[in-house]
T-cell receptor, first 116, second 112 residues
């Protein structure tokens, strides 16, 4: 039981390059999320998927796209990377409680992305 | 949308002292309030949470209190130890939605 697995752990991109961050969970969770973490800004939601087949924008979606490939996998794509996208990216998943809203997230180990 | 304010941004204490971190939220519909601990270079990990039907919850040296009327909740750590040094995040989640809104974090430093 690996929990939430993110790849890659580190990446350096040149401005304008594209890449996809991969995330997979083996806990049979319905909901998955992508957050970015910047110094002094906390964790900000980029996109989320409440269930397989659905995706929704979060607080900072510009410059990103996502795909919920199946129940296990949720990928984040940067089509044309910009220096402002230099950040640590965390994927997370959660299982909705029975009629009681979402429970705590399980986070992946993060991807440290630098765009030069 | 929900807005979560967290204070202080940094907190330095001596080993054995207590530490208190406070958060306020804006959406009265929020009913779930977790706290996460993030050690340097690691992922955030859930340490304690509280739901709106409870005013206080304890787990060994950690406790969380919630005041729904005032829309604020706090994390209390007693008998702090150097291994408590980390960044702590509060968060809030409305019933109808599936996402957490996080505070900006508090860096806690416990000196031996």
């Amino acid at each position: 039981n690996a929990g939430v697995t993110q790849t890659p752990k580190f990446q350096v991109l040149k401005t304008g390059q594209s890449m996809t961050l991969q995330c997979a969970q083996d806990m049979n969770h319905n909901s998955m999320y992508w957050y970015r973490q910047d110094p002094g800004m906390g964790l900000r939601l980029i996109y989320y998927s409440a269930s397989e087949g659905t995706t929704d924008k979060g607080e900072v979606p510009n410059g990103y796209n996502v795909s919920r490939l199946n129940k296990r996998e949720f990928s984040l794509r940067l089509e044309s990377a910009a220096p402002s996208q230099t950040s640590v990216y965390f994927c997370a998943s959660s299982a909705p409680g029975a009629g009681q809203g979402v429970y705590g997230y399980t986070f992946g180990s993060g991807t440290r992305l630098t765009v030069v | 949308g929900e807005n979560v304010e967290q204070h202080p941004s940094t907190l330095s204490v001596q080993e054995g002292d207590s530490a208190v971190i406070k958060c306020t939220y804006s959406d009265s519909a929020s009913n779930y309030f977790p706290w996460y601990k993030q050690e340097l270079g690691k992922r955030p990990q859930l340490i304690i949470d509280i739901r709106s039907n409870v005013g206080e919850k304890k787990d060994q040296r950690i406790a969380v209190t919630l005041n729904k009327t005032a829309k604020h909740f706090s994390l209390h750590i007693t008998e702090t130890q150097p291994e408590d040094s980390a960044v702590y995040f509060c968060a809030a989640s409305p019933y109808e939605y599936s996402t957490l809104t996080f505070g900006k974090g508090t860096m806690l430093l416990v000196s031996p």
